[in-house]
Structures are given as C-alpha cells and as structure tokens.
C-alpha cells in the first residue's frame, strides 16, 4: 500500500506526541512542518528527520502538495488553515477544540465539505485501549444486553497552583471556558462512543483556583436516548493518588443489567458478573506518549481510513455531536436546569440548544 503524504502545522508543546506517532506509521511519510516561528519550525524538523520546514502555511502546501494536514495549532487559527488545505482538496486531521465556538465550529466542518475535503477532529480518547476494550465487552454482552450507566471521577491536580498550568499550556490560565471545553468535551464524545447519543444534561460547574478565569470543576449527569444515565466528576485543582495522573485521566464503572466494567488509574479492567466474584480483563496497552499511547491510535485509524476509503469515526460532522453536548452543559450551567432534547439538528442560529 502506497504511503500518504503528509505536513504539520503548530509545533508547539503537544506537537511531540503527534511527530512521534507518525514517525511509527509505516505508511506515511511526513515532509515538512510549519510554524509561525522559523527557530520552532526548525527545530522540530530537525528533532525528528523532517525534510523541510516553513512559516507560511500557504506555501508549505502549494510546495509539497501534500495528500494530508495535521493541524496541532490553537482554535482560533482553524478556521483559516482547514479552508486554506480544503481550498486545494487536501483531506484534514484538526487538534480539537475544534473552534472557539460552536459556530466556528459548524463553519469548519461546513467549509470542508464544502469542498469535499475529508476532515477528522483529533479527539483521541475514544482510541484509548482501555476504551476499545470496555466497547468490545459491551458488544459481547460481557455485562448484559442492557446498560444502565456510566459514571468517571477524573482528578488531574494539575490546577491548584497560584502559577498553575504556566509550565505547559499557560493559555489555560485566560480561556473563559476550561475545564468542560478542553477536558470534558474528551469525556464526552467518550461516553458517545461507549453507551450511545446523549439527549439530555444537568450541569453544575465551578471555578476552584482565583488565579484563573475559566472553571476548572465540573459535576454534569447525563441522560442518553437509550436510557442509561451517566455522571461525569471531574476537577483539575485536587489531586489523585495515581502515579500517572495522565494516563487514564480517573476511573470509571460501566454497568449493565448482567453485570459491571471497571477501569483504575493504571489502566486495569475488572469484569464482575452478578453475582460472581470480580475478575480481570485481559488486554494490551502501551503506557507510551499521551495517555496510553492514543495518539498513535486516533492517527492510525485516520491514515487507515484514507487509504481505506471509510468514514472516520470523529468527522466534522459526527463531532458536532459531542460540540452540542459541551454547548448544552454551559447552558444548564448558567440555567441551573437540565438541558434536554440536545442535537445539532436543533441548534439555533445564536449556538445555543433548545430545550
């Protein structure tokens, strides 16, 4: 099978998970990397065996004519550089957030297929092993025929620090919106992909550290149209007592009318039957880069459906899905009520969901 070709543009900070998990990928070869300064942008193309480096996004792509992107710069560059790369046909993997607003957001997606450019959100978590693994026992019926939940505690103890995230992503400190649009949005399309669409949310979100301006605590409960309920608690001020906070994020618990799936901070699995003793599942994961390797994963499965001509599982437009979500979490947040009957098709022209 012949190799894609491939550019990145942004080569910040997270930048080294995604040069590490395209220089395994046997089928691609990526020339060139770009970034707004000239000593960043050669830097990483000498880190990592990168032919060329750039400044200008445009001449990087009318240059190497590339057959893919890989965009790892902040949301309000997005817009501009997936309608730059859609202008010329070149299929997209976008870093989320996707957009500053979920407006944007629906414009990026709409450019691009407007111009029948194929474009996957780089939303990486679902491509977590152990949530392969929990997806793959649910579909066995390892835990019943019907879920009845899901629940995940998530403490990073990242954000209790008067100088909190200036060390690794300083722009934390100023988003109006933090904990649920950069952490949670993760959750979210997460539990999507496990137990199914989500119709209905009630959110209750906090600010714990003074020294910054967007929430760092979320408490959201969940109504998916199946049925099944959910809750997602998370803060990134307290800490967790795992060795690697980053590597599953928390621990989780799935439940279904034969039993439950658990998921520890160490990436173990347990399966208890009811009324059987617990048990573990026997699975593989790599503890490499970010958070169990899913880096790796979400681009593989991107090159893998380009050269296989199929779906990617966060397009554009799948992902607004999970971007309706993080929407009506604000919204009941600020309401104080729940938010029901959430899709896209009923988003409104202010980017706000009707209830």
């Given at each position: 099978?012949?190799?894609?070709?491939?550019?990145?543009?942004?080569?910040?900070?997270?930048?080294?998970?995604?040069?590490?998990?395209?220089?395994?990928?046997?089928?691609?070869?990526?020339?060139?990397?770009?970034?707004?300064?000239?000593?960043?942008?050669?830097?990483?193309?000498?880190?990592?065996?990168?032919?060329?480096?750039?400044?200008?996004?445009?001449?990087?792509?009318?240059?190497?004519?590339?057959?893919?992107?890989?965009?790892?710069?902040?949301?309000?560059?997005?817009?501009?550089?997936?309608?730059?790369?859609?202008?010329?046909?070149?299929?997209?993997?976008?870093?989320?957030?996707?957009?500053?607003?979920?407006?944007?957001?629906?414009?990026?997606?709409?450019?691009?297929?407007?111009?029948?450019?194929?474009?996957?959100?780089?939303?990486?978590?679902?491509?977590?092993?152990?949530?392969?693994?929990?997806?793959?026992?649910?579909?066995?019926?390892?835990?019943?025929?019907?879920?009845?939940?899901?629940?995940?505690?998530?403490?990073?103890?990242?954000?209790?620090?008067?100088?909190?995230?200036?060390?690794?992503?300083?722009?934390?400190?100023?988003?109006?919106?933090?904990?649920?649009?950069?952490?949670?949005?993760?959750?979210?399309?997460?539990?999507?992909?496990?137990?199914?669409?989500?119709?209905?949310?009630?959110?209750?979100?906090?600010?714990?550290?003074?020294?910054?301006?967007?929430?760092?605590?979320?408490?959201?409960?969940?109504?998916?149209?199946?049925?099944?309920?959910?809750?997602?608690?998370?803060?990134?001020?307290?800490?967790?007592?795992?060795?690697?906070?980053?590597?599953?994020?928390?621990?989780?618990?799935?439940?279904?009318?034969?039993?439950?799936?658990?998921?520890?901070?160490?990436?173990?699995?347990?399966?208890?039957?009811?009324?059987?003793?617990?048990?573990?599942?026997?699975?593989?994961?790599?503890?490499?880069?970010?958070?169990?390797?899913?880096?790796?994963?979400?681009?593989?499965?991107?090159?893998?459906?380009?050269?296989?001509?199929?779906?990617?599982?966060?397009?554009?437009?799948?992902?607004?899905?999970?971007?309706?979500?993080?929407?009506?979490?604000?919204?009941?947040?600020?309401?104080?009520?729940?938010?029901?009957?959430?899709?896209?098709?009923?988003?409104?022209?202010?980017?706000?969901?009707?209830t």
């Open positions: 099978m012949s190799k894609k070709k491939g550019v990145l543009v942004g080569a910040g900070y997270f930048s080294q998970f995604h040069f590490d998990a395209w220089s395994r990928l046997d089928n691609v070869d990526l020339v060139a990397v770009c970034d707004a300064s000239e000593d960043v942008a050669g830097q990483a193309a000498k880190q990592y065996a990168i032919a060329n480096h750039y400044t200008d996004f445009a001449e990087m792509l009318d240059r190497e004519q590339p057959d893919f992107v890989d965009i790892v710069t902040g949301p309000d560059s997005h817009l501009s550089l997936v309608t730059q790369a859609a202008q010329r046909g070149i299929a997209i993997i976008c870093q989320k957030a996707l957009a500053p607003t979920f407006e944007e957001a629906k414009e990026i997606v709409e450019v691009a297929e407007a111009s029948g450019s194929r474009l996957m959100v780089h939303e990486n978590f679902r491509f977590q092993r152990w949530h392969r693994e929990i997806r793959r026992q649910i579909d066995c019926g390892a835990i019943g025929d019907r879920l009845h939940g899901i629940s995940f505690r998530c403490r990073m103890g990242d954000g209790w620090q008067p100088d909190a995230y200036l060390g690794r992503q300083p722009y934390f400190r100023t988003m109006p919106r933090l904990m649920v649009f950069e952490t949670g949005v993760h959750f979210i399309d997460t539990f999507r992909y496990l137990v199914g669409e989500i119709n209905g949310v009630y959110a209750s979100l906090n600010r714990w550290n003074p020294d910054i301006v967007g929430e760092d605590a979320a408490t959201i409960m969940f109504e998916f149209e199946s049925g099944a309920s959910g809750v997602w608690d998370g803060n990134r001020f307290n800490e967790t007592n795992a060795e690697n906070p980053r590597l599953t994020f928390g621990e989780a618990v799935v439940e279904g009318n034969g039993g439950s799936i658990r998921l520890d901070a160490t990436g173990r699995l347990t399966l208890q039957r009811l009324g059987e003793p617990e048990q573990a599942i026997d699975y593989e994961f790599q503890d490499h880069a970010f958070a169990g390797d899913c880096v790796y994963h979400t681009q593989k499965h991107f090159i893998d459906s380009l050269q296989e001509e199929r779906e990617f599982e966060t397009s554009g437009r799948e992902y607004l899905k999970s971007l309706a979500v993080v929407e009506a979490v604000y919204q009941s947040a600020q309401s104080r009520v729940p938010v029901r009957g959430i899709g896209i098709e009923i988003a409104n022209t202010d980017g706000e969901v009707n």
